[in-house]
């Protein structure tokens, strides 16, 4: 191969190299300067050429002729001016700076007041630009409606949205909220229960104006059945409160610490009243009383003790009868029962059993004499005859010791011919010819207190129209069984004149 061939071909090589290196950095090498290039390295090749022509000695200038083809190496020193000292494959003529790697044309553009890509602009279009948000009322948070993308924070704007009121600088994040129907720390909510200025609420459960202090909550209004007065002592009572009335019920009614007699506000109508009970039978001395709301030591709410020394005596008592003692406390020693008679303490000793001017219905009676030496309460006696017919006393009927009791078929005066009587028997009649009047403690006869017998006059005097009576010196169960000790009473007018 010819040098001229060789340098021909080591130019189209190099041209090619640096349309290749070109390219890379975005620059374009012409033909034109590829085919000037190659233009000085023949001028040497053709002196080369013209020594040999020679054929002489000189012809070695010929070859220094070829060392024109080092020409093309002065071409090649001319292009070694432009360099790429930073190895960001661009070079010193378009690289703006070209000891920083990171600058270069087409390089990404960042926020750190350098032009990174060679366009005579800072900063601009940054990926790594930061938003920044108009903050209007200037609390330090921005609109987030109101944002711009930028290196460097425009006038009146920071980094941090959040401003859900850009208007008002007491309304941002982390603001005081208050009770004011704002959303002062935009935090999506009114009012909340942590407003700086929120009011302390207790559970009022029964609805008597005052809460639970152990049970509240703060709000900035009064949840319902919440009340703001936290003084109620019992929530469950809706008569405990401070506007309760203080009683006696060993309860602190009006919530001031204080109970029953130790609270100056005590009503005082409900204050019970009891009795000193020295003898300890639960009864206490009526003229001992004092006024408490619990029984002080040794006092009982039961009165009515009418001797506070003797336990044996109060209104709960046996009362014995008629031994001169009130143990049951009524005022009055117990009566005789006709269970604590014997025979001959009740004596017949009088009877009409055959008036003349009423009819007998109405008109017969007789009399009981009380021969026991006490008060005897007739309550249970049993009244008989010969016959069948009977009656027993009902009810209290008291006769005292040596007075006597009439009983009469019909009790009214206007109608029975005058007779004042006491116990009333319509059940039973006398026998005007002859019968029998017995008296008994009951139906049994285990004890018969006296018997009468009459007999149509035969052993004991018979009237007609007047009544048979015993002799005064004579009141006794076994004499009255003589008839002579019997005798008719005289005439004396009795209403209708029996």
């Not at 994040?173 to 959303?183: F, K, N, S, V, Y």
């Not at 001797?307 to 406390?329: E, M, R, S």
């Not at 009399?367 to 016959?387: A, P, W």
């Not at 009544?467 to 005289?490: E, I, K, R, V």
């Amino acid at each position: 191969m010819s040098v001229s061939a060789a340098v021909s071909k080591s130019w189209i090589t190099l041209c090619a190299h640096r349309v290749a290196q070109a390219a890379l950095v975005g620059l374009a090498l012409s033909a034109a300067g590829c085919e000037a290039e190659k233009g000085g390295g023949d001028s040497g090749a053709d002196g080369a050429d013209g020594g040999a022509a020679d054929g002489n000695a000189d012809g070695a200038d010929g070859a220094d002729g070829a060392d024109g083809a080092d020409g093309a190496d002065g071409a090649d020193g001319a292009d070694g001016g432009a360099t790429d000292a930073d190895g960001d494959g661009a070079t010193a003529d378009v690289d703006c700076d070209d000891d920083d790697p990171d600058t270069y044309p087409g390089a990404p553009e960042l926020c750190d007041s350098v032009d990174n890509d060679c366009d005579d602009e800072i900063d601009e279009e940054a990926p790594d630009a930061p938003t920044w948000y108009a903050d209007g009322d200037d609390d330090g948070f921005g609109d987030p409606e109101a944002s711009v993308v930028s290196c460097a924070p425009p006038p009146d704007t920071v980094p941090e949205a959040g401003d859900c009121d850009d208007g008002d600088a007491t309304v941002a994040p982390g603001a005081e909220e208050r009770c004011d129907t704002i959303d002062s720390d935009c935090d999506g909510s009114l009012d909340d229960p942590d407003a700086v200025d929120a009011t302390s609420y207790f559970a009022d459960d029964d609805d008597d104006g005052y809460g639970d202090p152990d049970e509240g909550l703060t709000a900035c209004s009064a949840p319902v059945g919440y009340v703001a007065d936290d003084q109620d002592c019992d929530d469950g009572d809706e008569y405990t409160s401070p506007d309760g009335l203080e009683v006696c019920d060993g309860r602190d009614n009006d919530c001031d610490g204080l109970v029953d007699q130790d609270d100056g506000s005590l009503d005082p109508s409900t204050l019970s009243e009891f009795y000193a009970d020295v003898d300890g039978d639960t009864y206490g001395d009526p003229a001992s009383v004092v006024e408490a709301c619990a029984a002080p030591a040794g006092a009982v709410s039961a009165a009515g003790d009418c001797d506070d020394t003797d336990l044996a005596v109060n209104p709960a008592a046996l009362d014995l009868p008629q031994d001169g003692n009130d143990q049951d406390c009524d005022g009055v020693d117990a009566p005789y029962t006709v269970l604590d008679l014997v025979e001959g303490d009740l004596v017949l000793t009088e009877f009409m059993q055959n008036p003349a001017l009423v009819l007998d219905s109405v008109g017969e009676w007789f009399e009981v004499y009380n021969n026991s030496g006490g008060v005897v309460n007739l309550d249970g006696l049993y009244v008989y005859d010969l016959g069948s017919e009977s009656f027993t006393v009902s009810g209290a009927l008291l006769v005292e010791p040596g007075d006597s009791i009439v009983f009469a078929f019909n009790g009214d005066v206007a109608v029975n011919g005058g007779v004042p009587t006491d116990y009333d028997f319509p059940t039973m009649t006398l026998g005007n010819s002859d019968d029998e009047l017995g008296l008994a403690e009951s139906r049994a006869k285990t004890v018969i207190f006296d018997e009468v017998l009459w007999d149509n006059g035969v052993t004991m005097p018979d009237g007609n129209g007047q009544s048979a009576s015993l002799d005064p010196a004579a009141l006794d169960a076994t004499l009255n069984d003589d008839g002579a000790n019997w005798c008719l009473t005289q005439t004396i007018t009795y209403g209708l004149g029996d």
